[in-house]
């Protein structure tokens, strides 16, 4: 609905359709961390794959556990979260069902971050600690 | 010996356990629920952004610790955190009260902080396997709030108003703090394997972190016993009373429950 | 033709064609006082703003909803937190000055924040609404020609996207809930349907900076354009959706203008309520007055004034 102008603006968020994906042979773990990567965190611009947050992605006879962390034990997008990564690995072909697992005990830190996260949180605005020692652009 | 699964532990460990989780639970849901009076109102923009930050994570460590408690005993954190009468809360009475000011503030989570970061220790190397996660999670995230704490506490001391405020928040806290450190449940948890350091122990270190950071600024801690009445036993006062029924206001009537 | 004008003349030509500028530059006095007349009223939009909401984290009704409103009031501390470095990049105020002057009655803040939050689904209701029409608001700044504003603003809207997610939860549980709880959104919206458009501002006709603003470039829609926008892409849709009965009898979809029409707002109320008759004007400058006093040495032991 809104361009470019809103970023973020996307309400419709977690209830998305995400893209179709399609698996060459039998379906692999791979398969699934690719899926993960459409998984947006819902107040960054970036998926939750690059913040470090999904830590395990285990296949079981086509049966899927995705295990994840929060950055922050208080974050109020825990359920969506939550939502969003069992809408997408359902949508693989060949799961046939979902658990996600949420964990702490290899607790998150900014270290866990993908290099193309930091990136795109600097370019967006994000400050420091999150960003990784970018600017606080605003000063 | 360790515990990796509730179904073969015996019940006075599991009775003991389900109890301490509870204690820590409920401190940590009226503390939150106390730092939120200053959001929108702290001293600074800055410090209100801080405050607020603290106080989430204190609410979320209550949620994180209900479900612990939820999965031991039939129910949900949602009903251990509005269903419950104020008797069968087993929070320290230190945190019960609206603050007087922001010395108070800085000294009664402070004392809290360091207080809570001491049982987690505790927790964390007790016999129960599972919750070492979750603790050392907390842990992490309490680490920040005690460094926020102490630089408040040096701030104010060095300031002669800030310093009067400070000294008398500690008169009236002191005792409350000292008193954190009962079982919450029938027997002594620490006996029973919950936690990896007697409770006594457990009240040494925190007096000899806490104790060495107000000294660390020229103040000495109040010469004291523990508050005869801590609040793990259910004693409570009027004013968990007020904070809990204004936290039920929504929920009892019956309007956006099912979240 | 002096130095100055010729400098000015660059600056006008820079701002047409979309330029952004940065407060480094040499800015004129007219530019940098209309820039900050803006970001200090949305500063203190922001700080006044906590306040109808922040009594109903304690009362939240279930403990995902505490997490969420909590972080949603603390984020509005923060967009203040932003918006006051923000205008003090301009040179001409510090926050000190700022926050004194919004204390004195002497800078204004948005109007809807003189009314009363009185239930749950008013929680629900200004989360989903209020920050969604200010999502619209701040979208469009985005592009504004003050460059610091536009990049702050870009990360407030990522945050104001989830305030809205979360107020739209809670608007779609009451919707879909008991008789009670429907009654409770009705009479919500009901109450603040025009605070709501209001929030937009005086129509384009009536206001008073807004020619000025737009030929800066710090304003890159009029109140009228984003009060549309947010009626037909967002308002009416939702309301709509949930079910909501829309509290105008004469509002309809003019097809040929491509606009909504909708019965006249009360700007004579709108004025009152600006110059402090509104109904919690008096409560809201005395909770920040309280605030800011009781805590005066607070700042003076912290060393910040």
């Known amino acids: 609905m809104l361009a470019r102008n809103e970023p973020g603006f996307d309400l419709a968020a977690g209830e998305e359709s995400f893209p179709p994906v399609e698996v060459d042979g039998e379906l692999t773990e791979e398969d699934l961390w690719a899926a993960l990567e459409d998984v947006e965190d819902p107040e960054l ?21 995705v295990t994840f962390t929060l950055t922050y034990t208080g974050c109020p997008a825990k359920e969506i979260m939550e939502r969003m990564i069992e809408r997408r690995v359902e949508t693989v072909p060949g799961v046939d069902s979902v658990t996600v697992d949420l964990r702490y005990d290899d607790p998150w830190t900014p270290a866990d971050m993908h290099e193309s996260a930091r990136e795109k949180l600097g370019e967006a605005g994000f400050a420091c600690p999150l960003a990784g020692g970018g600017v606080c652009d605003d000063e | ?165 400070l000294v008398a928040a500690l008169e009236d806290a002191w005792a409350d703090a000292l008193a954190f450190f009962e079982p919450a449940g029938e027997v002594d948890p620490a006996e029973a394997g919950v ?27 109040p010469d004291v016993d523990p508050a005869a009445e801590t609040g793990r036993e259910g004693a409570h006062s009027d004013d968990l009373e007020e904070l809990l029924a204004e936290t039920r206001e929504v929920y009892e009537q019956g309007v956006d429950v099912g979240a | 033709m002096s130095s100055t004008t010729i400098n000015r ?54 403990l995902r909803r505490k997490r969420a409103i909590s972080a949603k009031v603390q984020d509005e501390a923060g967009h203040a937190q932003v918006l006051y470095r923000v205008a003090e990049t301009l040179g001409l105020k510090t926050r000190d000055e700022m926050i004194e002057d919004l204390l004195e009655g002497d800078a204004k803040y948005a109007n809807v924040f003189n009314y009363e939050a009185k239930t749950w689904a008013d929680a629900g209701y200004i989360a989903c609404f209020i920050d969604g029409a200010a999502m619209f608001r701040q ?25 809205v997610k979360h107020g739209e939860d809670i608007i779609r549980s009451l919707a879909t809930g008991s008789k009670k709880e429907q009654e409770m959104l009705q009479d919500a919206v009901d109450r603040w349907w025009e605070p709501t458009l209001q929030f937009f501002g005086p129509r384009d006709d009536d206001s008073v900076h807004q020619d000025e603003l737009m030929d800066w470039g710090l304003k890159v829609k009029t109140n009228d354009e984003l009060r549309q926008q947010f009626l037909e ?58 605030a800011y006093e009781d805590n005066v040495w607070v700042r003076r032991a912290a060393g910040v004034n």
């Open chain 3, 139 to 163: 979208g469009s700044l985005t592009e504004s020609s003050y460059a610091p504003y536009a990049r702050g603003l870009r990360k407030i809207c990522y945050e104001e996207s989830f305030h």
């Open chain 1, 45 to 65: 611009p970036v998926s939750l794959v690059e913040l470090g947050l999904i830590q395990e992605v285990r296949l079981e006879d086509g049966h899927v556990t």
């Open chain 3, 9 to 62: 003349d660059g600056f006008r030509d820079r701002i047409e064609r979309g330029e952004q500028v940065e407060p480094t530059e040499n800015l004129p006095r007219e530019y940098r006082e209309a820039a900050q007349r803006m970001i200090q009223f949305h500063a203190n939009s922001e700080i006044v703003g906590t306040l109808p909401e922040r009594r109903w984290i304690k009362k939240a009704p279930s």
């Open chain 2, 195 to 221: 936690y990896g350091r007697p409770l006594d122990a457990q009240r040494e270190a925190f007096v000899e972190r806490a104790g060495s950071t107000f000294e660390s600024v020229g103040l000495s801690v």
């Open chain 3, 233 to 290: 892409e967002f308002y009416i849709p939702k309301l709509e959706q949930y079910g909501v009965e829309i509290p105008d009898d004469d509002l309809y979809y003019d097809e040929e203008a491509g606009r909504w029409e909708y019965s006249p707002l009360d700007w004579d109320r709108f004025l009152e309520v600006s110059r402090g008759g509104g109904p919690m004007n008096d409560a809201r400058m005395d909770e920040r007055t309280r």
């Open chain 2, 1 to 165: 010996m360790t515990v990796d699964n509730l179904e073969n532990a015996e019940e006075s460990f599991v009775n003991a356990l389900e109890a301490e989780l509870l204690a820590v639970a409920d401190d940590d849901h009226v503390m939150g629920n106390r730092l939120c009076d200053w959001t929108g109102v702290a001293p600074t923009v800055e410090e209100d952004v801080a405050i607020s930050n603290v106080a989430q994570d204190e609410l979320g460590h209550a949620e994180l610790f209900y479900d612990q408690v939820a999965e031991i005993r039939e129910g949900s954190s949602q009903e251990l955190a509005y269903e419950r009468s104020p008797e069968e809360y087993r929070n320290a009475r230190l945190l019960e009260a609206p603050f007087e000011d922001w010395a108070d503030t800085v000294v009664r989570h402070y004392c809290y902080d360091v207080a809570d970061a001491v049982r987690l220790r505790a927790l964390a190397d007790g016999e129960y396997e599972p919750i070492e996660g979750v603790a050392q999670k907390v842990l992490d995230e309490e680490a920040y709030h005690t460094e926020h704490g102490e630089v408040w506490i040096e701030t104010l001391a060095a300031d002669v108003e800030g310093r009067e405020r």
